[in-house]
């Protein structure tokens, strides 16, 4: 059975940090492009970060850019998202995307809120 879970939400207050999982089962990982996304109330999901198959390319959206990681380890068939100096605009539904082509999974999605 095809999983992508992530973990690692909750409350957190401005200028803290957090991190992500995303484990994946079911399928080959390894052969995955991986992207974080996430969505706050009332606003269209946005792309966070994207990762390529060995990790050697990464792109981060320009406002999380020196702020957030992200990485991923295939052996375990996990991603991470490494969250630093969170900002209550970081408030948002975060999701785990793996794409082959045209095949998709995402993950149920994790609840961050920055907040003081």
């Known amino acids: 059975q095809v999983r992508l879970v992530e973990s690692g939400g909750g409350l957190v207050q401005p200028g803290g940090s957090m991190r992500l999982s995303c484990a994946a089962s079911g399928f080959a990982f390894s052969v995955y492009g991986l992207s974080w996304y996430r969505q706050a109330p009332e606003k269209e999901r946005e792309l966070v970060a994207a990762?390529?198959?060995?990790?050697?390319?990464?792109k981060l959206a320009d406002s999380v850019k020196g702020r957030f990681t992200v990485s991923r380890d295939n052996a375990k068939s996990t991603a991470y998202l490494q969250m630093n100096s969170l900002k209550p605009e970081d408030t948002a539904v975060y999701y785990c995307k793996a794409a082959l082509g045209t095949t998709i999974y995402w993950g149920q999605g994790t609840q961050v809120t920055v907040s003081s």
């Open positions: 990762i390529t198959l060995s990790g050697g390319t990464k």
